[in-house]
């Protein structure tokens, strides 16, 4: 024999021809290779608590972009009017 055939007739693992799986040529092996993990969430919450879930800010202003402008118009003027000191307002005696 050859040595590279007795290298390959130690070896626990054969490729099988023509078919790129593994083959298991030990009788003491039992199961093939295990599979890699997909996915883990491992250390990720404590990373995500580390310096704290904020909650996200809210904006003072509102967008008025694709209202009705019927409305926006009216809210105008009812802005513009709002804080008159004179008392001209819509105020019943």
Known sequence: MEERE??????????????????ISDPYIVAAMAKSKNHTAHNQSYKAHKNGIKKPRRHS?????????????????A?????Q?????SEQE
């Open 6 to 23: 007795i290298l390959a007739s130690n070896w626990a693992f054969d490729w099988a021809p023509n078919k790129g799986n593994i083959v």
């Open 61 to 77: 202003k509102t967008s008025t972009k694709g209202m009705d402008p019927k409305f926006l118009r009216n809210q105008r003027y």
């Open 79 to 83: 802005r513009k009017h709002n804080n």
């Open 85 to 89: 000191k004179d008392g001209s307002g």
